[in-house]
């Protein structure tokens, strides 16, 4: 099993639905050919440095995996094939995986991502009673007349 990334362009102009779907079709394809999605880091839509296929501006998306040569080859038939990518990119990160290391590199991003867990205690204060809030000291004292002004 070798470590791979693919970075591929879906047509900018499509909907977010069609994007999504063409990311979940390609994420598909590399888990049933027998590898392992390691990271999908999509870095949205973007203006493109020349008209591809009349449009100018793609949406990116980059797929860090491992895999066998036959998952890159299953990969980019499917991107060819697929009118809406109008480019990809595929290369090899290293030729050994070991899979222990990679199931844990996995686990840390996992934990990364996910949010850190807040305790609710502000719930049960909010059911207590109400409590009476006196007014300032400052507002309480009564005012002093101003002095009057001298003349000289």
Do not use: C
Request: aromatic share 6%.
């Amino acid at each position: 099993m070798r470590r791979y990334e693919s970075v591929w362009v879906v047509n900018g102009d499509l909907p977010d639905e069609e994007v999504k779907s063409a990311i979940d079709k390609f994420s598909g394809i590399i888990s049933s050919q027998g590898g392992t999605l390691v990271g999908l880091d999509e870095w949205g839509r973007r203006k493109l440095a020349y008209k591809i296929q009349g449009t100018i501006r793609g949406y990116y998306v980059l797929a860090d995996f491992a895999g066998s040569s036959e998952t890159v080859k299953e990969l980019e038939r499917n991107y060819r094939i697929d009118d809406r990518i109008i480019r990809f990119l595929t290369t090899k990160k290293s030729d050994k995986v070991n899979l222990e290391a990679l199931q844990a590199e996995i686990a840390a991003k996992a934990k990364a991502a996910a949010p850190e867990a807040v305790p609710e205690v502000a719930a049960p204060v909010e059911a207590a009673a109400p409590v009476e809030v006196s007014p300032p000291a400052a507002a309480a004292a009564p005012e002093e007349p101003a002095a009057p002004a001298q003349e000289e």
